[in-house]
């Protein structure tokens, strides 16, 4: 019985080149499988990293909505809305109501500035000695 040593030393070398051959290959092809997956390995943090911010955006908003969910159906919130959109009063309360005016207050013309006409320098002159 020959040991696997033995088996081994009566290949030829071209059985051998070949042998070589098949396992380079192999190893070229387990690589390219170990890139392929090294890529979409990075893809899928990409995505997943993408995923977490969008799920702490939704989180604040759920936070933020929440918040106002609480303050509508707070007793302040309701009185806000009677007081201020229905125009509701409480007891002991007294309503105020603006009316418009019934007809429009007319705008005043302005009264002309009564001008002197300028005197000429004879009637200056003549103003200066007999004054009138």
Do not use: C
């Amino acid at each position: 019985m020959q040991s696997p040593w033995e088996k081994l030393k009566q290949f030829h070398w071209n059985d051998r080149r070949l042998i070589l051959v098949a396992v380079i290959i192999l190893l070229v092809l387990l690589m390219m499988d170990f890139n392929n997956r090294m890529v979409r390995a990075l893809e899928l943090e990409e995505q997943a990293q993408a995923l977490t911010t969008r799920m702490a955006e939704l989180e604040q908003t759920k936070v933020y909505l929440e918040a106002q969910i609480a303050y509508a159906t707070s007793e302040k919130a309701v009185e806000q809305w009677a007081r201020e959109d229905a125009k509701l009063i409480k007891e002991g309360d007294i309503p105020i109501i603006v009316l418009p005016p019934s007809a429009p207050t007319p705008t005043p013309t302005p009264v002309p500035l009564v001008q002197e006409e300028p005197l000429s320098r004879f009637e200056i002159w003549k103003e200066l000695f007999f004054g009138e």
